[in-house]
């Protein structure tokens, strides 16, 4: 965004305010500043006055002129195409010199004496206005022969490139810029009286009907006039249009193109004869697919608001009545618009609008119609017509308290509220209460809640007017149920990794076959794209993959194979729930130098002793729930009282089939298993005592029967069996031994007190199950 010191005062007195506190200014309110370049025309260089010209004798290209600098009138040889008598010019006098160091020296040119030079915008190091001399006017000031050009403010001028970021499509306009310096430096902004069509010329009624959809979301104005020649332009205008770029040739898009980086109003300029021929049209305004406004009349579109202007529609070098629309339209249905529409071409007017024009419209197409009133060059049609739903205003509401603490520092009150007046916001707040709401203005479209109305206050405030704080380190605890069920799980993986088990991963997808045969329930959640036919449902077990695991390693020689895995199954249901699941096969061991060549096979103590080693210690109850384990060797993994998975052998049949040895598994339902921390418990500092009791029980007896009638005692004792002997003479009897340690936590036992104890174990399984010693 280009601007100039010079151009902001026509909107803000910055006459007192320096160069340099413009810019720490704008940088101080986020308005960045790209770039400047002061203005400044160099000494003995004054206005002159073209009195006469005449051919150059020897030269097709040069004329000799009289010009009048005041004090004198000096004879200049100029090459200058567009150069007449009765022109006000730039004149470099003799010892001038020019912004690229050249000096200006008497000097004969074809035999021609000249004294000093005719100069053009560029010498003069401004803007290009035009391919020849510049030619001055009153637009500058007012025009005295021998005053110095330096001494005109338009010549002695700052240029400030400012970046705009997109959602600051308000700052986009030098009225918008002049908006935030008045604001940041206490300043007003500069009354501009409206312009008032003659209440005797024809109203646009008769020449335009408007018809506009309910949900229309942009706003238009349009004004008519017969244009009877083209308007001229001043130097000043010459200069600025210059200095951004302006690539327009037609006079009136010139004209609308400086109205627009003035004001930031768009505008479209229609050729009434090309839009119909009948001596009244109906513009029609409805609504697109993506909510973005067409305007048509009858079949024939004549744009999209904010987007494009249909090319047949607009004017020429013939265009003699013209229809001059300004428009606002909603940025955000103006970018989906285009987000869909990728082959639109960027515009001047598409990047204004995605980033929100100014939407006071009257306030850009009022200084047109004045220029050409002034000019009287154009006949107009009164009144306008404006139209579109009503904008919604957005409301804010807020506390001091909030604000300050977002700032982190406080802001009294009327300092906020006062802000906020100056940048438009409508404030209403009572004294007594800290509560303010207030209403965003429609030219602030970048503002949506009160993290937005802070960095308004803050950045006008100044960010380097708020004292430092120390930085406030306060880490959350982030402890959480998910995290402590995480380690958990982390710590069993790794205590399983402890105990000798290699961690296996696979899908959550299993083969519905393989499931079936090992007497699974079909999960009533089909897959409705399975990656093949052996990964087609949903996995109830873990079980399965670990066996077809365990089969792999062993064809590849594994002779001891320990596998374990942590993920999801799921039920008939397609309920979700993790689980543990573990294999062993074949060997306790692999042969080795260490362990020997004659390892046993593993076993189901072995194995659930290792289970126990990961979830702790746990009892066992006989079961026969899974068919696909041995019905002599599976059991139900008891913990606290609650059940949370089960142990077993691999049937005879199954491991045939899939070609394995020996093999247990076990599935631990992880989310039975209660995370409790470890509780240390007091241990006796006296030694134990230990004694073995063989009992004649009946084969048919289990231990759980015996362990059950001993514990009834309520005991300081542990025991478990320690060898099992039948023979002939026993019958249908066997011998169980069964070991017994006694310890005591506040002395040494004797060995009366332990043989008194052994008597009442005796006395009880006598008593409870007719059992006694051997």
């Given at each position: 965004m280009i601007i100039s010191k010079n151009w902001l005062n026509e909107w803000i007195d910055l006459s007192s305010v320096s160069a340099d506190e413009i810019l720490k200014t704008l940088n101080s309110i986020g308005l960045e500043v790209d770039g400047c370049t002061k203005v400044k025309i160099p000494e003995k260089i004054v206005i002159g006055y073209v009195k006469s010209k005449e051919k150059h004798p020897d030269a097709d290209k040069l004329n000799i002129c009289m010009v009048d600098v005041g004090s004198d009138s000096l004879q200049i040889v100029c090459g200058a195409k567009n150069v007449e008598a009765g022109q006000f010019v730039a004149v470099a006098l003799n010892g001038a010199v020019m912004p690229d160091g050249m000096q200006i020296k008497r000097a004969k040119l074809r035999g021609i004496e000249s004294n000093g030079m005719i100069c053009s915008s560029t010498e003069l190091?401004?803007?290009?206005?035009?391919?020849?001399?510049?030619?001055?006017?009153?637009?500058?000031?007012?025009?005295?022969?021998?005053?110095?050009?330096?001494?005109?403010?338009?010549?002695?001028?700052?240029?400030?490139?400012?970046?705009?970021?997109?959602?600051?499509?308000?700052?986009?306009?030098?009225?918008?810029?002049?908006?935030?310096?008045?604001?940041?430096?206490?300043?007003?902004?500069?009354?501009?009286?409206?312009?008032?069509?003659g209440e005797n010329l024809p109203g646009i009624g008769r020449i335009l009907s408007l018809h506009t959809h309910e949900k229309v979301k942009s706003l238009h104005m349009f004004r008519a006039f017969e244009l009877m020649q083209n308007p001229s332009e001043n130097l000043v205008t010459k200069l600025r249009l210059a200095l951004i770029e302006c690539s327009e040739t037609h006079p009136m898009r010139r004209l609308c193109e400086y109205a627009t980086h003035s004001t930031g109003v768009i505008f479209r300029m229609y050729d009434f004869a090309k839009i119909s021929t009948d001596e009244k049209i109906s513009i029609d305004i409805s609504v697109g697919t993506h909510q973005e406004s067409i305007l048509k009349v009858d079949d024939?579109?004549?744009?999209?608001?904010?987007?494009?202007?249909?090319?047949?529609?607009?004017?020429?070098?013939?265009?003699?009545?013209?229809?001059?629309?300004?428009?606002?339209?909603?940025?955000?249905?103006?970018?989906?618009?285009?987000?869909?529409?990728?082959?639109?071409?960027?515009?001047?007017?598409?990047?204004?609008?995605?980033?929100?024009?100014?939407?006071?419209?009257?306030?850009?197409?009022?200084?047109?119609?004045?220029?050409?009133?002034?000019?009287?060059?154009a006949k107009f049609y009164a009144g306008h017509q404006l139209s579109a739903t009503k904008t919604e205003v957005k409301t804010i509401s807020f506390t001091i308290t909030d604000i300050n603490k977002m700032i982190g520092q406080d802001v009294?009150?009327?300092?906020?509220?006062?802000?906020?007046?100056?940048?438009?916001?409508?404030?209403?707040?009572?004294?007594?209460?800290?509560?303010?709401?207030?209403?965003?203005?429609?030219?602030?479209?970048?503002?949506?809640?009160?993290?937005?109305?802070?960095?308004?206050?803050?950045?006008?405030?100044?960010?380097?007017?708020?004292?430092?704080?120390?930085?406030?380190?306060?880490?959350?605890?982030?402890?959480?149920?998910?995290?402590?069920?995480?380690?958990?799980?982390?710590?069993?993986?790794?205590?399983?990794?402890?105990?000798?088990?290699?961690?296996s991963v696979h899908y959550v997808f299993d083969s519905s076959d393989e499931l079936r045969k090992l007497g699974f329930k079909e999960c009533k959640t089909s897959i409705i794209n399975p990656i093949n036919n052996e990964l087609n449902e949903l996995r109830p077990t873990l079980v399965n993959h670990l066996l077809k695991s365990c089969e792999k390693n062993s064809k590849n020689q594994k002779k001891s194979i320990k596998l374990f895995e942590y993920g999801e199954?799921?039920?008939?249901?397609?309920?979700?729930?993790?689980?543990?699941?573990?294999?062993?096969?074949?060997?306790?061991?692999?042969?080795?130098?260490?362990?020997?060549?004659?390892?046993?096979?593993?076993?189901?103590?072995?194995?659930?002793?290792?289970?126990?080693?990961?979830?702790?210690?746990?009892?066992?109850?006989?079961?026969?729930?899974?068919?696909?384990?041995?019905?002599?060797?599976?059991?139900?993994?008891?913990?606290?009282?609650?059940?949370?998975?089960?142990?077993?052998?691999?049937?005879?049949?199954?491991?045939?089939?899939r070609d394995l040895s020996k093999t247990y598994v076990s599935e631990i339902y992880f989310d039975r298993l209660a995370n409790t921390n470890i509780q240390a418990q007091a241990y006796s500092k006296f030694p134990s005592i230990s004694r073995d009791l063989s009992l004649i029980i009946p084969k048919d007896m289990k231990f759980k029967t015996i362990k059950d009638s001993i514990n009834s005692l309520g005991l300081n004792v542990q025991f478990a069996p320690s060898d099992i002997y039948s023979s002939d003479e026993l019958g249908d009897n066997v011998s169980l031994s069964i070991k017994f340690t006694f310890q005591d936590m506040q002395k040494t036992l004797e060995d009366e007190e332990v043989a008194c104890l052994m008597d009442k174990i005796l006395a009880k399984l006598k008593d409870d199950l007719n059992i006694g010693i051997r």
């Amino acid at each position: 965004m280009i601007i100039s010191k010079n151009w902001l005062n026509e909107w803000i007195d910055l006459s007192s305010v320096s160069a340099d506190e413009i810019l720490k200014t704008l940088n101080s309110i986020g308005l960045e500043v790209d770039g400047c370049t002061k203005v400044k025309i160099p000494e003995k260089i004054v206005i002159g006055y073209v009195k006469s010209k005449e051919k150059h004798p020897d030269a097709d290209k040069l004329n000799i002129c009289m010009v009048d600098v005041g004090s004198d009138s000096l004879q200049i040889v100029c090459g200058a195409k567009n150069v007449e008598a009765g022109q006000f010019v730039a004149v470099a006098l003799n010892g001038a010199v020019m912004p690229d160091g050249m000096q200006i020296k008497r000097a004969k040119l074809r035999g021609i004496e000249s004294n000093g030079m005719i100069c053009s915008s560029t010498e003069l190091g401004l803007a290009k206005t035009n391919d020849g001399i510049m030619v001055l006017d009153e637009s500058i000031g007012r025009l005295e022969l021998g005053k110095e050009l330096n001494e005109y403010d338009i010549f002695n001028d700052v240029i400030i490139e400012v970046d705009i970021t997109a959602n600051r499509g308000d700052a986009n306009s030098i009225h918008g810029i002049a908006r935030e310096l008045s604001v940041a430096l206490d300043l007003p902004i500069k009354e501009r009286l409206a312009y008032v069509d003659g209440e005797n010329l024809p109203g646009i009624g008769r020449i335009l009907s408007l018809h506009t959809h309910e949900k229309v979301k942009s706003l238009h104005m349009f004004r008519a006039f017969e244009l009877m020649q083209n308007p001229s332009e001043n130097l000043v205008t010459k200069l600025r249009l210059a200095l951004i770029e302006c690539s327009e040739t037609h006079p009136m898009r010139r004209l609308c193109e400086y109205a627009t980086h003035s004001t930031g109003v768009i505008f479209r300029m229609y050729d009434f004869a090309k839009i119909s021929t009948d001596e009244k049209i109906s513009i029609d305004i409805s609504v697109g697919t993506h909510q973005e406004s067409i305007l048509k009349v009858d079949d024939k579109i004549l744009g999209v608001a904010g987007v494009y202007q249909n090319k047949d529609t607009m004017i020429d070098e013939s265009s003699k009545l013209i229809l001059l629309e300004a428009s606002y339209a909603d940025p955000s249905v103006v970018s989906e618009y285009v987000g869909e529409n990728k082959d639109i071409v960027k515009t001047n007017e598409l990047y204004r609008s995605t980033r929100s024009s100014e939407p006071n419209l009257a306030l850009g197409i009022d200084p047109i119609f004045e220029r050409l009133s002034s000019q009287n060059i154009a006949k107009f049609y009164a009144g306008h017509q404006l139209s579109a739903t009503k904008t919604e205003v957005k409301t804010i509401s807020f506390t001091i308290t909030d604000i300050n603490k977002m700032i982190g520092q406080d802001v009294p009150k009327i300092e906020i509220v006062r802000i906020l007046k100056k940048l438009g916001f409508d404030v209403a707040f009572t004294q007594e209460s800290e509560n303010i709401n207030v209403k965003v203005p429609n030219y602030r479209y970048d503002i949506i809640n009160i993290h937005d109305v802070c960095e308004e206050i803050v950045r006008i405030v100044g960010i380097d007017n708020i004292a430092s704080a120390p930085m406030k380190f306060s880490e959350s605890n982030r402890i959480n149920d998910t995290l402590k069920r995480y380690k958990f799980a982390l710590n069993l993986r790794k205590k399983a990794a402890a105990v000798g088990f290699y961690e296996s991963v696979h899908y959550v997808f299993d083969s519905s076959d393989e499931l079936r045969k090992l007497g699974f329930k079909e999960c009533k959640t089909s897959i409705i794209n399975p990656i093949n036919n052996e990964l087609n449902e949903l996995r109830p077990t873990l079980v399965n993959h670990l066996l077809k695991s365990c089969e792999k390693n062993s064809k590849n020689q594994k002779k001891s194979i320990k596998l374990f895995e942590y993920g999801e199954v799921f039920d008939e249901n397609a309920n979700q729930s993790m689980r543990f699941g573990f294999v062993v096969s074949g060997l306790k061991f692999e042969p080795s130098l260490n362990n020997g060549t004659k390892v046993a096979q593993v076993d189901f103590m072995g194995f659930a002793s290792m289970i126990q080693g990961i979830v702790g210690e746990f009892s066992l109850v006989p079961s026969s729930e899974m068919g696909y384990l041995s019905p002599f060797e599976q059991a139900k993994i008891i913990k606290n009282g609650d059940e949370i998975g089960y142990i077993g052998r691999v049937s005879i049949d199954v491991a045939s089939e899939r070609d394995l040895s020996k093999t247990y598994v076990s599935e631990i339902y992880f989310d039975r298993l209660a995370n409790t921390n470890i509780q240390a418990q007091a241990y006796s500092k006296f030694p134990s005592i230990s004694r073995d009791l063989s009992l004649i029980i009946p084969k048919d007896m289990k231990f759980k029967t015996i362990k059950d009638s001993i514990n009834s005692l309520g005991l300081n004792v542990q025991f478990a069996p320690s060898d099992i002997y039948s023979s002939d003479e026993l019958g249908d009897n066997v011998s169980l031994s069964i070991k017994f340690t006694f310890q005591d936590m506040q002395k040494t036992l004797e060995d009366e007190e332990v043989a008194c104890l052994m008597d009442k174990i005796l006395a009880k399984l006598k008593d409870d199950l007719n059992i006694g010693i051997r």
